[in-house]
């Protein structure tokens, strides 16, 4: 049985820096797979932040993140994922998925979809806290 966990979140002052990590176990390789990841704040529709499509050679971030956040693959575990957060700012307050699919190619696409939770595959998430 697949599973993706993420962990990493917590709570942070305006200005700074969280790192999450996706981590995969069951039989999957996320090399294959189109991950995202999708923050949903309070009161708020899931929003896809940073997607990276499994053939691209560069994500896509939403413009409420781009140049902030980064997200990558582990070079040397292929069932891991990263999202690195800097400059965080309140409205980054919410619990954040990793989610994972075949059939998307397009890390763009991927992201315009406002739910994690319809792809092949989506964690439990993790909960950020941005607040002085």
């Known amino acids: 049985q697949v599973q993706l966990v993420e962990s990493g979140g917590g709570l942070v002052q305006p200005g700074g820096s969280l790192r999450l990590s996706c981590a995969a176990s069951?039989?999957?390789?996320?090399?294959?797979?189109?991950i995202g990841w999708f923050r949903q704040a309070p009161g708020k529709d899931p929003e896809g932040v940073a997607c990276?499509?499994?053939?691209?050679?560069?994500?896509?971030y939403s413009d409420s993140v781009k140049g902030r956040f980064t997200v990558s693959r582990d070079k040397d575990n292929n069932t891991v994922v990263y999202l690195e957060m800097n400059s965080l700012k309140p409205e980054d307050t919410g619990d954040y998925y990793c989610a994972a699919d075949l059939d998307i190619s397009s890390g763009q696409r991927m992201c315009g979809v406002t739910s994690p939770f319809a792809f092949d595959y989506w964690g439990q998430g993790t909960q950020v806290t941005v607040t002085s």
């Open positions: 990276f499509g499994h053939s691209e050679g560069s994500p896509f």
């Open positions: 069951g039989f999957i390789i996320l090399d294959y797979y189109t």
